[in-house]
């Protein structure tokens, strides 16, 4: 039972490029999220969905995209890469964020030059 | 906006020592959840605490919820060296796009030896 994966896990990208991270997880949760991580913000919500088909923007989500074709896996993509995204990705999921916990892939640590 | 908030940002005890962590939110939840990260790794799911319930315990954790400071504090007993990690809170945020965890910016544990 793999969890939460996360690939690429390391990627350094030049300005102006652009990028997908893929998320799959294996315990059909309908709960998918995507946060980054910065030195003192803590996490910031991107973009999550609530379902196959289904996408909503979080508290950061300009200069990303998403997509939720398939139950297990949720997309996030850069398409034009700027240094302020330099951030550490983590994506998430659950059966129920209301009342139940999210588990987490081990985070996509992205830097633009 | 960020809806959890943990004080301090940092902690420095001695092995043996209690750690306590506090989290301050801004609107009304149905529950609060705990989240410890280790250096480098993804965030795992600590304990969880629902609205209705004042103090709830796991092995050396303690969390208590006052509703009515919009308060909660994490309280680790006995610290060993390898509770050092960032700790976060996180409260769900519902909208017509479903249920979001948001996180606070974190208290960074470091028990020493």
């Known amino acids: 039972n793999a969890g939460v994966t996360q690939t690429p896990k390391f990627r350094v990208l030049k300005t102006g490029q652009s990028m997908t991270l893929l998320c799959a997880q294996d315990m059909n949760h309908e709960y998918m999220y995507w946060y980054r991580q910065d030195p003192g913000m803590g996490l910031r919500l991107i973009h999550y969905s609530v379902g196959e088909g289904t996408t909503a923007k979080g508290e950061v989500p300009d200069g990303y995209n998403v997509s939720r074709l398939k139950k297990q896996n949720f997309l996030l993509g850069l398409e034009s890469a700027a240094p302020s995204q330099t951030s550490v990705y983590f994506c998430?999921?659950?059966?129920?964020?209301?009342?139940?916990?999210?588990?987490f892939g081990e985070g996509s640590r992205l830097t633009v030059l | 906006s960020q809806q959890g908030e943990e004080d301090p940002q940092a902690l420095s005890i001695q092995e043996g020592e209690n750690a306590t962590m506090n989290c301050s939110y801004k609107t009304s939840i149905n529950n609060l959840q705990w989240y410890r990260q280790n250096s480098g790794r993804g965030l795992v799911h600590l304990i969880l605490i629902r609205s209705n319930e004042r103090e709830k315990h796991s092995g050396r954790l303690r969390v208590t919820l006052d509703t009515s400071k919009k308060s909660s504090s994490l309280l680790i007993t006995a610290s060993r060296a390898a509770d050092t990690a960032s700790y976060f809170c996180?409260?769900?945020?519902?909208?017509?796009?479903?249920?979001?965890?948001?996180f606070g910016k974190g208290t960074t544990l470091s028990v020493s030896s």
């Open positions: 996180a409260t769900a945020r519902s909208g017509q796009a479903g249920t979001a965890l948001i």
């Open positions: 998430a999921s659950s059966t129920n964020p209301g009342s139940g916990e999210l588990f």
